[in-house]
C-alpha cells in the first residue's frame, strides 16, 4: 500500500506571497490532519478534515487554510507568506474506523520565505 | 490547554548504555504515541500504547505507559549508533474529535561510538 505522499517537497517563497501544499492519504483513509514543525514551536496541530469538512482547527491565524477533496486528497493553502511561516509542513492520514489509531505522516513540504 | 513535557531534550549516551526518555502529560488520556525522526525526514510511528500498563517493545526498544501518573516512558537499552535520531512522544485525548495529536518537544538522542 503506497503511503501518504506530499507536494511539492521544497519550496521558496517570497514574503507576501501565497503558497498551496498538497496532501494525498493512504488508500481508504479519510482523515487528514497538516501539522507545522519549527525549531522553536515543534510540532503544532494545523487542522483535520474528514469527508471534506474541517472537524478541528489548531491555534493558527485565518492566513493558514485548507480544504479536503471527494478522493480525500487535501490541500492547505498560506496566504501573505511570512518570515515565521518557513517550517517543515506535515501531512497525515488515518482510518476512520472504530480502532482508528495511528495517524500516518508524509515525507513532509519544507517551506522557505524569503 | 493540554501540555505534553519530555526530557531530556538532548541526550548523548554511548554505544552499549541504557536510558530512559520520559513523557508527561497533563490530561487524561489514554492512547500515547511515540515516533521517530531522523534529521530532515518525516515521523516515523515506533509504538502506539492504547491502555493503562501498556508496554510494547521493538530490538532495544521498549515503551510502557501509566495512564494514573500520565506518563509514558521510552527506555533503551544497549544503545546502538543507529538509535541516533529525534524521539517524539504524542498524546491524544480521550475528547478528540478531530484527530489531534498533541506532541512532546522531542528528544534528540545522539549515540556515541
Known amino acids: 500500500k503506497a503511503g501518504v505522499t506530499q507536494t511539492p517537497r521544497y519550496l521558496i517563497k517570497t514574503r507576501g506571497q501565497q503558497v498551496t501544499l498538497s496532501c494525498s492519504p493512504i488508500?481508504?483513509?479519510?482523515?487528514v490532519s497538516w501539522y507545522q514543525q519549527t525549531p522553536g514551536q515543534g510540532l503544532q496541530f494545523l487542522f483535520e478534515?474528514?469527508?471534506?469538512?474541517?472537524?478541528n482547527k489548531g491555534n493558527f491565524p485565518g492566513r493558514f487554510s485548507g480544504r479536503q477533496f471527494s478522493n480525500s486528497r487535501s490541500e492547505m493553502n498560506v496566504s501573505t507568506l511570512e518570515l515565521g511561516d518557513s517550517a517543515l509542513y506535515l501531512c497525515?492520514?488515518?482510518?476512520?474506523?472504530?480502532?482508528?489509531?495511528?495517524?500516518?505522516f508524509g515525507p513532509g513540504t519544507r517551506l522557505t520565505v524569503t | 490547554e493540554l501540555k505534553v513535557e519530555q526530557n531530556p531534550l538532548f541526550l548523548s549516551m554511548q554505544e552499549g548504555k541504557n536510558y530512559t526518555i520520559y513523557c508527561n502529560y497533563s490530561?487524561?488520556?489514554?492512547?500515547l504515541y511515540w515516533y521517530r525522526q531522523d534529521p530532515g525526514k518525516s515521523l516515523e510511528s515506533l509504538f502506539v500504547?492504547?491502555?493503562?500498563?501498556a508496554v510494547k517493545q521493538e530490538g532495544r526498544l521498549m515503551a510502557s505507559l501509566d495512564t494514573k501518573a500520565r506518563l509514558s516512558t521510552l527506555h533503551i537499552t544497549a544503545a546502538v549508533h543507529d538509535l541516533s535520531a529525534t524521539y517524539f512522544c504524542?498524546?491524544?485525548?480521550?475528547?478528540?474529535?478531530?484527530?489531534?495529536?498533541?506532541f512532546g518537544t522531542g528528544t534528540s538522542l545522539t549515540v556515541i561510538p
Open positions: 497525515a492520514s488515518r482510518t476512520s474506523g472504530g480502532f482508528a489509531y495511528e495517524q500516518y
Open positions: 488508500s481508504g483513509h479519510r482523515s
Open positions: 478534515y474528514f469527508s471534506e469538512t474541517q472537524r
Open positions: 490530561t487524561t488520556s489514554d492512547r
Open positions: 500504547l492504547l491502555s493503562n500498563g
Open positions: 504524542a498524546v491524544e485525548p480521550f475528547s478528540n474529535t478531530g484527530n489531534q495529536f498533541y
